[in-house]
């Protein structure tokens, strides 16, 4: 672990070299990614150096074990015992730095949420998932923009699809794809029996064209008149646009634009971020393990967690953890999952490299 760290402080010390020369300054480009790097690293080089001076500290208290004084020693005794415990937890903490980095983390990333078994019920609490999206996507700072959506008649929603743009997006919500489950008392429900319904959760890395190469002969693009909620404008004009990617089957609709040009170029997005998933896929043995863990088995029937409204109860069946919490995690604090999370995926990673 040492000879590592001396290596990534080796490198550490080349980029603040780097980044206070006249002719790296001038050039922003090369400025922003050494600049990066740099960031990337700083964490691993503060635990470190916080590592070095803790050791330090606990030789020097050694040197008193030997002293006449009885309580000098005792001291030092229980100084030792104080750094030690301090050491172990830098150590860990240093460790789990230097597990080797997913490299999509700080990609931007399209949520699809999609109603499942429970009809109506099920298209109502997507709706209750987007917007504890959308609140936890504030709260972090990250931009959101829906690229297509079906409205239910009472105010479901039975698919939507958003870009999430912002800093390490991936990091957070790659936990999120797979089934969440809800049980409650539909408004519905006369005999205030309760009703369990499924919604699923799909977290795609957002596709560049330089990611997906598609070819433009392998497509059927048709355009057609919007339906459902728009005013005047619906069936006014052909702006709604159907692509087919014939090799892969993969159709994707979109018709919340009055442009036709915005509804193609939204539709194009989501059919590059579909195909890249589904090359993932099929490359799965060369995905880590651990990747492989964290989203399961790619199924996105497998059910991740379970929303009880009754007990005001969440239980993320991967950690075996609940929390009686409902309410302030449908109100964006996704966090209070999402952490505990990563921890326990870092713990495994860490236990797989061979750490404590």
């Known amino acids: ?26 050039d922003q480009k090369a400025y922003q990614t050494y600049a990066k790097e740099r960031s990337i690293l700083v964490p691993i080089i503060v635990s470190f150096r916080k590592l070095k ?15 006449p004084d009885p309580e000098i020693r005792h001291l030092a005794k229980e100084e030792i015992e104080a750094l030690g415990v301090s050491l172990s937890k830098i150590e860990r903490n240093l460790k789990i730095l230097l597990i080797p980095k997913d490299p999509n983390d700080d990609k931007n990333i399209l ?23 959308s609140r936890y996507a504030e709260v972090k700072g990250w931009k959101t923009e829906i690229l297509g959506k ?4 009472i105010g479901g929603l ?16 790659k936990y999120e794809s797979g089934a969440h ?16 319904s499924a919604v699923t959760v ?28 728009g005013g005047q404008h619906v069936n006014k004009t052909a702006s709604a646009v159907r692509i087919t ?11 919340d634009e009055k442009s036709q040009h915005k509804n193609k170029a939204k539709a194009m997005k989501v059919l590059r971020s579909r195909l890249l998933d589904l090359e993932t896929a099929q490359q799965q043995s060369k995905i880590s393990e651990e990747r492989r863990t964290m989203v399961g088995s790619g199924d996105r029937s497998e059910r991740i967690r379970t929303y009880n409204f009754p007990q005001g109860r969440v239980t993320d069946h991967r950690l075996g953890l609940t929390l009686y919490k409902l309410e302030t995690l449908l109100q964006g604090e996704l966090d209070l999952v999402i952490e505990p999370l990563i921890t326990h995926f870092q713990t495994t990673a860490l236990k797989k490299a061979g750490g404590n």
């Open 111 to 133: 949520l699809e949420i999609r109603a499942g078994t429970g009809g109506e019920e099920a298209a109502l609490f997507a709706a209750d998932l987007f917007r504890m999206y």
């Open 150 to 153: 079906h409205i239910t008649g």
């Open 181 to 196: 489950r809800v049980q409650r008392v539909p408004e519905t429900e006369t005999q205030g029996r309760i009703h369990t």
């Open 158 to 173: 039975k698919e939507i699809i958003i870009l999430v743009e912002g800093e390490m997006v991936f990091s957070r919500l």
């Open 1 to 26: 672990m040492f000879a590592k760290v001396k290596e990534i402080e080796e490198r550490y010390n080349e980029l603040e070299n780097a980044l206070g020369q006249p002719e790296i300054i001038r």
């Open 245 to 255: 990617h014939f090799p892969s089957g993969l159709v994707v609709t979109c018709q």
């Open 53 to 67: 001076s803790i050791q330090d500290e606990i030789a020097s208290n050694q040197s008193l074990l030997s002293d």
């Open 202 to 229: 799909a977290v795609l890395l957002e596709a560049e064209e330089i990611d997906v190469e598609i070819n433009p002969e392998d497509l059927r693009i048709d355009v057609y008149r919007s339906s459902g909620p």
